[in-house]
């Protein structure tokens, strides 16, 4: 088994289930897919694999979880989010077809957590630091909300205090220069697995191209490390990338979020 096989398979064995949704208000089975709902109206469908499924019952997968969505008044929002290596045939056209819009694909990267774990020098007058008092949690979002150009709300600042409060191996990292976040980001252990994830990694366009977020990523790749975590994971942007890869990270697959709105 090469590496890059060896690394998928550890993802698609340890992180697609209950792992891939702490924070879920329910889950729900419908044969092999996972009908999960979020706090603030947010629907999300995810699976271990489509057990082989042909176009006719991919479809009628699709069918059946989009009828339970809509027959939910309180679900405004819905994410169903692919694979690029899972063996999926007409799911693009299935969705397609309810109103599902694809957004830009990610990198699924996968890499050693001692590979990140190095020393970077931050910028004069740029400090890390983790948070966990409600105002720094919600100065987070907000600024997160910001950069990836969404409006600054409280539901995601919502969201994040919730799972917070039930999942206190969560951590919340950010860099700060005279007083504002310029970067963030969490690190999320996986309870009985060898990952911790990397995710929500964000960075004010000024402050980019100056060490900050890796040093970030090295600070929360110690702190997995302290806790047993051998492997690190991150659906990645484009920026974020080349950044892991020059860490010795795999992109071992792409995933695709399709949207939908009420």
């Known amino acids: 088994m090469t590496d890059l096989s060896r690394l998928l398979k550890a993802y698609d064995e340890q992180l697609r289930t209950d792992a891939e949704t702490p924070s879920a208000v329910s889950v729900t089975p419908l044969g092999p897919l996972r009908l999960v709902t979020f706090l603030g109206g947010r629907g999300f469908v995810t699976y271990r694999d489509l057990g082989g499924a042909d176009e006719a019952r991919v479809r009628e997968l699709v069918d059946d979880a989009v009828a339970r969505f809509r027959a939910d008044g309180g679900i405004t929002k819905v994410e169903w989010k692919t694979r690029g290596h899972d063996h999926a045939p007409g799911l693009h056209e299935a969705l397609l077809a309810h109103g599902f819009e694809p957004e830009e694909p990610e990198s699924i990267m996968i890499g050693e957590a001692q590979a990140l774990a190095v020393d970077v020098p931050l910028p004069d007058g740029v400090t890390l630091r983790r948070v966990t008092e409600e105002p720094d949690v919600r100065a987070m979002c907000a600024m997160q909300d910001e950069v990836f150009g969404s409006p600054v709300s409280d539901s995601t600042a919502n ?56 040093a970030l990523t090295a600070a929360r790749a110690r702190s997995a490390l302290a806790q047993g975590k051998t492997l690190i994971n991150s659906d990645s942007t484009e920026y974020s990338r080349p950044i892991l890869e020059r860490y010795g990270f795999a992109r071992v697959s792409t995933t695709t979020p399709y949207v939908w709105e009420r």
């Not at 919730?162 to 007083?179: F, K, T």
């Not at 963030?184 to 977020?213: N, Q």
């Open 159 to 214: 969201a994040i205090l919730r799972r917070q409060a039930i999942d206190p191996s969560m951590e919340l990292w950010v860099a700060e220069a005279d007083g504002q976040i310029v970067t963030a980001g969490r690190l999320e252990p996986v309870p009985g697995t060898d990952f911790a994830g990397i995710w929500g990694g964000s960075t004010r366009a000024e402050w980019r191209g100056r060490g900050i977020y890796r």
